[in-house]
């Protein structure tokens, strides 16, 4: 496939776009959420939660091809600006009802996708998406 993609960079285009429309139908798979308790975010997810997180992803239908990214976006490490400290966190809250967060299946954890928050700044938004788990206060709409 790597071959004919150096031929046709169209086939390139054309993997890109179905893989975004998978991710696309996964999303709009999921339960839109409400966070009612920000302060209970758990910013650095030990091993097992985020194992726990990743199985719940594969479950829901997540993409294969994301999985990996989105339990890397699940650590604060990984966050982008916007999110990337404490002080910061507290600082941007008033802007976390803004997002648009669809719930985990069964967990206490949304995912926040880039495709769906384009309206936030670079600063609060991370491809393709974080993962956010709390420890209560996640609600579906």
């Known amino acids: 496939m ?23 139908e996964w999303v709009n798979s999921l339960q839109p959420a409400r966070v009612t308790r920000w302060g209970g975010m758990i910013s650095t997810p030990d091993a097992v939660l985020q ?25 604060e490490r990984s966050w982008p600006q916007g ?9 941007n809250r008033r802007y976390y009802e803004n997002y648009v967060a669809k719930r985990i299946p069964g967990k206490q954890a ?9 309206h936030m700044g670079d600063d609060m938004v991370q491809e ?3 993962v956010m788990i709390f420890a209560h206060g996640v609600e579906e709409i």
């Open 128 to 130: 393709p998406g974080l």
């Open 110 to 118: 949304v995912v926040v996708m880039a495709c769906e928050n384009q």
């Open 83 to 91: 999110l990337a400290t404490l002080e910061t966190r507290q600082m």
């Open 2 to 24: 790597r071959a004919l993609r150096s031929v046709n960079p169209n086939l390139q285009n054309l993997e890109e776009t179905i893989e975004y429309n998978e991710i696309l």
């Open 51 to 75: 194992a726990v997180i990743k199985r719940s992803l594969v479950e829901s239908g997540c993409p294969a091809s994301i999985v990996g990214e989105l339990i890397e976006n699940a650590h």
